[in-house]
């Protein structure tokens, strides 16, 4: 069984541009959750999404969204980029309710 | 963003010794997971732990939820070159299943 897939694993981009994220999950896995990884503030719970609505959100401004596709597959998109946005990007599934997450290995952002 | 206290941040073993590494938090949890990331990667699930006081074994893993809901403890035995990494507590709350509150991280080095 595949695991979680993140595309792409590295990007860079310049501040002030936007950058879209992509998920694939676990088949047959509804429920997906972003996570921020920062040698700093660590793992943060970005959101989560259920059968195409986010079901739960982190404290994360507005410039960080996401949606969910009726295959369950996952985007999330960062606008106006910031150098602090320099992260992992982690993407998990879970089948739903109190299902352990499993993360994919996600994507290096770069912000310069 | 909250982070659990987890204790110790590092530490250098011997191969053959035994690791006993803990997290504590100011809130209830329902489940406790315990995760090992190497570099590079993402999170992988070691051990889930569903009930207070339950004990959890995995191989030459064992965990076990605290009585309080508050805390867990993840003991590794007989450690080898291959546990070298980075080991994360998670909480996961009454609400908000996916919304993990994860802990600061143990960094563990084994030496031959």
């Known amino acids: 069984k595949a695991g979680v897939t993140q595309t792409p694993r590295y990007l860079i981009k310049t501040r002030g541009q936007q950058v879209t994220l992509s998920c694939s999950p676990i088949s047959g896995h509804r429920s997906v959750s972003w996570y921020q990884q920062t040698p700093g503030q660590g793992l943060q719970f970005l959101f989560e999404y259920f059968s195409e609505t986010q079901r739960n959100k982190g404290n994360f401004p507005g410039r960080f969204s996401g949606r969910q596709f009726s295959n369950s597959r996952s985007e999330m998109n960062v606008s106006t980029l910031e150098l602090g946005d320099s992260a992992l990007y982690l993407c998990a599934s879970s089948l739903e309710g109190r299902s352990p997450l499993h993360f994919g290995n996600g994507t290096r952002l770069t912000v310069t | 963003g909250q982070q659990l206290n987890q204790s110790p941040q590092s530490m250098f073993i011997q191969e053959g ?44 893993l064992t965990a076990q939820f605290g009585i309080t809901r508050k805390d867990s403890f993840l003991n590794i035995s007989a450690s080898i070159p291959s546990d070298v990494g980075i080991y994360f507590c998670a909480g996961q709350p009454p609400q908000g299943a996916s919304k993990l509150t994860f802990g600061t991280g143990t960094r563990l080095q084994v030496t031959l």
């Open chain 2, 17 to 60: 010794e035994d690791v006993s590494m803990n997290c504590t938090s100011s809130s209830i949890f329902n489940t406790w997971l315990w995760y090992k990331q190497d570099p590079g990667e993402g999170p992988v699930l070691l051990i889930a732990l569903y009930k207070a006081g339950e004990l959890t074994s995995n191989g030459r």
